[in-house]
């Protein structure tokens, strides 16, 4: 199974914030949306990615003056991606081995989605249960 499968089964919307957006608007948002993470993006340019992790390890080191900065002085700038043509295997192999738990997924430069390990697992959850009920089928038809 693809990216681009899950994707067209959850929606490719994304939530997002400004570099310059004040962190404390930033949690607001995470909060408002029930969401770990959004996408720092300028405009359609992706310049970073903000995780409920980025924001526990600012607040412990700093404390909550932190809120008041920027979300770009916070976010992961390094953003690892996927692509839609990229299977469930490859991007839970990258997400276990970064230790994160979203990717953006990337057509050429421009975001196309985003995938949680909750999308993951919520995919796997409905493949396993699909293919229970075609073996259930299968049995009742002999």
Known sequence: MTVRAILESKGRYIYSVEPDERLSAAVKTLAERRVGAVLVMRGTRLDGILSERDIVKVLA???AAALDGPVHAVMTRDVVSCAQSDTVGQIMEVMTSGKFRHLPVLDK?????LIS????????????ESEQQALHDYIKSA
């Open 117 to 128: 390990i909750g999308d993951i697992v919520k995919w796997r959850l409905n493949e396993y």
């Open 109 to 113: 430069e421009r975001v196309v989605g």
């Open 61 to 63: 080191d700093r404390g």
